[in-house]
């Protein structure tokens, strides 16, 4: 085992508590000091999530190369996350390899479920991506709900406008918003 006992308990009482979208910080935790007492070459994660059908990336990351990654599905810990992923990356080739059994049977997940090497992307920047637009979105919502609309009324609405006026969604709800 490359982990500490400690954190495999914590992820293994957080896989089985039945956790809601709430413990998404309490894993990305878990997994960064797994991944920093295991791998040396640690750079840093990433954490991609759907938020009202929308993406929303959060990164945290060191400078330097990466030669390898670990990709965790979040929806192997609670079904409210089932789009999101956590990717950890580091600086040595297969720095994740052992890593990855011991998270898989920590959280009790399948080690075909999750993904090594396939994110080796080049130039990350810590960064949150996404939000922008599910602000803007929100507001969008909150302006039509202004002029009477019921919530599910209003999310219908400002899809068909963006469709209708070929508009990017994001697009969309920042004219709707900038007309109120």
Do not use: C
């Amino acid at each position: 085992m490359y982990i500490n006992a400690a954190i495999v308990n914590d992820m293994h009482d957080l896989a089985g508590s039945g956790s809601d979208e709430w413990e998404l910080p309490r894993l990305v935790q878990l997994l960064e000091r797994a991944a920093s007492l295991a791998v040396s070459s640690l750079l840093g994660w990433r954490v991609q999530l759907m938020v009202e059908g929308k993406p929303l990336v959060l990164t945290s990351v060191h400078r330097g190369t990466v030669l390898s990654s670990l990709r965790v599905p979040l929806g192997a810990v609670t079904p409210a996350w089932a789009e999101g992923f956590v990717t950890l990356f580091a600086a040595r080739p297969d720095a994740f390899v052992s890593l990855a059994g011991d998270v898989a049977a920590a959280l009790h997940v399948p080690h075909r479920r999750f993904r090594l090497d396939e994110n080796l992307e080049q130039n990350l920047t810590s960064e949150v991506t996404g939000l922008g637009e599910i602000s803007a979105n929100n507001q969008a919502i909150g302006v039509l709900i202004d002029r009477g609309h019921f919530v599910p009324t209003a999310q219908g609405r400002l899809q068909r406008q963006a469709t209708v006026t070929d508009l990017t969604a994001y697009r969309n709800a920042h004219n709707l918003i900038s007309n109120f």
